[in-house]
């Protein structure tokens, strides 16, 4: 059988089961998608950086106020 690629969008907590199940049987795979590289690289500058000074971590209340300021 051909390999058949679909993207779906999964919004019953029972059809999460029913694919996990198919998972299980090995029916079925699910593909992580491609990091890009650029943000393999950003994500790994930052993380030396936070490691170097924990200091420039924020909590995750101050996290979301700057995304919301950012919209």
Aim: proline share 6%; net charge negative; aromatic share 8%.
């Amino acid at each position: 059988m051909n390999n058949i690629v679909y993207q779906i969008a999964i919004k019953k907590e029972y059809a999460a089961a029913i694919i996990e199940d198919l998972k299980l049987m090995d029916a079925i795979d699910i593909l992580e998608p491609p990091i890009p590289q650029w943000q393999q690289d950003e994500t790994i500058k930052r993380l030396s950086a936070y490691q170097s000074n924990p200091s420039l971590g924020i909590d995750e209340k101050t996290f979301f106020k700057q995304v919301e300021r950012r919209d």
